[in-house]
């Protein structure tokens, strides 16, 4: 990495925090009511439990307008700031937080559609799309560990049980 124009790092070419788009502007600005916006998706959404609620959406907000200030292409992996915010999430909507996610999806899409300049639209929905993907690939495996390691528990004792037993037997 090396500096660029105005301090910004660069990796071969690309700066790492790119302060123009709008979107991320707009998404700080509007954090609050892109969560009240999540939170209604939600609670219509007929794939989810009526009323469902994501629990703390603004840290999750505020993650993805960072990462749309940073480019992450394909190979570098999901963006560290939005997995945080998203394990974090998930921890607390348990499965659900794959179906909450698709709906921050649409109350992101909602508020940020017709306000991007044309010269941005591509690069923004590019990194919204990326951002938001890895998230929702972060919540599903984060998920499914905690089903998976449920599955081996006994809920009352927190001993395992004969599922954990017949694992460790084959390791053996």
Known sequence: MKPG???????????????????????????????????QLC???PELPPDT??????PVIAALADALR????????ADPGVTGAVDAFTDRAGPLA???LVCLREAVSRRLRGRIP??????????????????????ARRAFTHL???????????????????DALRVE
């Open 53 to 58: 609620e994501p629990p703390a959406p603004e």
């Open 148 to 166: 998976e390691e449920a599955a081996s528990m006994d809920f009352l004792t927190g001993v395992g049980n004969r599922r954990a037993w017949e």
């Open 5 to 39: 124009r105005g301090g910004k790092q660069r990796l071969v070419g690309i700066d790492l925090r790119d302060e123009s788009l709008t979107a991320a502007r707009l998404l700080d600005a509007e954090a609050a009511g892109v969560a009240a916006d999540w939170r």
């Open 43 to 45: 609670r219509w959404d």
């Open 98 to 100: 794959i179906g909450e």
């Open 118 to 139: 044309a010269d941005e639209q591509e690069e923004t929905w590019a990194r919204f799309q990326m951002a938001l993907d890895r998230a929702m690939a972060g919540a």
């Open 70 to 77: 940073r480019p992450q292409p394909l190979g570098w992996g």
